[in-house]
């Protein structure tokens, strides 16, 4: 950053508004409550019923791990789970699995979405993207790349089918068998318009997040709202880049600010302000989580 965007970056600190992280710390808490929701919709074709209270704290504990390793989350929520409730921990490892797959779908929507609205703003961006990421110096095409990591997938699910089969009556067999099955969860859920509500609810829910975050920052102020949408779907490649998104977020989310007249100073500032916040909701609740999970389980027995 050059010295100017240094100084508006701390001069946009000095004038946000913090007690906005209420209202934050209260919407971030109600995305992972839908999240936890439509994940016991998912539980359920695996005749697994969990108190919506243990799949809420498991969920929570699950954003907290992913704040030190990414993607651990995935595997801490489904062994608290299923140590809570005594229920097997490999066939819902699949339903996070699904959940997961389901999202990237909605995010790939809401980009297509974002790109549609906002044609002339975003697709520049998301062409420099691509350009980077699939086009080599000369800006021809790198097929290798495409080829390597479609190679990779297709190997892997033949390499499952064919261990699975072999291996059926194994240990490691039945383990592969259960999270295929919980995979399958997806398409046999009864109540799939509850489904679609729960996922709209999480994803207005962190539309919202950014939006408050607009509101804290006066430079913000005159922003258009549907900028909320490019934030999110370009900043989630942040959140998965690294641990809990730190570094990567505010750099990523100033570069989109940038397209909508937004210095890089202050946009760094608010990635790192929205950072701070949707990390500051993961580990306070994720804390309580802990321990409380123990304590509403003693009192339940």
């Known amino acids: 950053m050059s010295a100017e965007d240094k100084a508006g970056m701390y001069e946009a ?3 946000v508004r913090f007690w906005w992280s209420v209202p934050v710390l209260i919407v971030g808490f109600f995305s992972h409550f839908f999240r936890a929701l439509r994940w016991k919709l998912l539980l359920r074709p695996l005749d697994i019923f969990p108190r919506t209270a243990n799949v809420t704290f498991a969920v929570l504990i699950g954003y907290l791990a992913n704040t030190l390793i990414p993607r651990l989350g995935e595997v ?22 699904a959940e997961r797959a389901f999202d990237l779908v909605c995010l790939t929507i809401i980009l297509l979405a974002t790109l549609a609205l906002q044609y ?3 697709f520049p961006f998301a062409k420099n993207l691509y350009e980077k990421v699939f086009l080599d110096e000369e800006g021809s095409f790198i097929w290798s790349r495409v ?20 291996k059926k009556e194994s240990k490691i067999g039945k383990i592969i068998a259960n999270i295929m099955e919980g995979l399958k969860a997806i398409g046999k859920i009864k109540q799939k318009g509850l489904f679609f509500l729960y996922t709209l609810l999480i994803w207005g829910s962190y539309t919202l997040m950014v939006v408050i975050g607009f509101w804290a920052m006066p430079e913000l102020e005159n922003i258009p709202i549907i900028a909320s949408l490019a934030v999110i779907t370009f900043g989630s490649v942040g959140m998965i880049a690294t641990p809990g998104g730190i570094g990567a977020y505010p750099i990523i989310v100033a570069q989109v600010l940038l397209l909508y007249g937004i210095s ?3 946009g760094t500032a608010y990635g790192w ?7 500051l909701v993961v580990l306070i609740l994720g804390v ?5 999970l123990p304590v509403y389980n003693r009192n339940k027995k």
């Not at 801490?76 to 699995?97: Q, R, S």
């Not at 190679?151 to 089918?161: A, V």
């Not at 309580?288 to 409380?292: Q, Y």
């Open 13 to 15: 600190f000095k004038h």
């Open 76 to 97: 801490a929520k489904c062994t608290v789970l299923a140590k809570y409730e005594k229920v097997p921990a490999d066939k819902m490892v699949g339903t996070v699995i």
């Open 120 to 122: 002339d703003i975003i």
């Open 147 to 166: 080829i390597i990591g479609l190679s990779i997938i297709i190997l892997g699910f033949i390499f499952l089918i064919k261990f699975t089969k072999t």
């Open 264 to 266: 890089e100073g202050v």
């Open 273 to 279: 302000v929205c950072w701070a916040a949707t990390t």
């Open 288 to 292: 309580f989580s802990l321990i409380l």
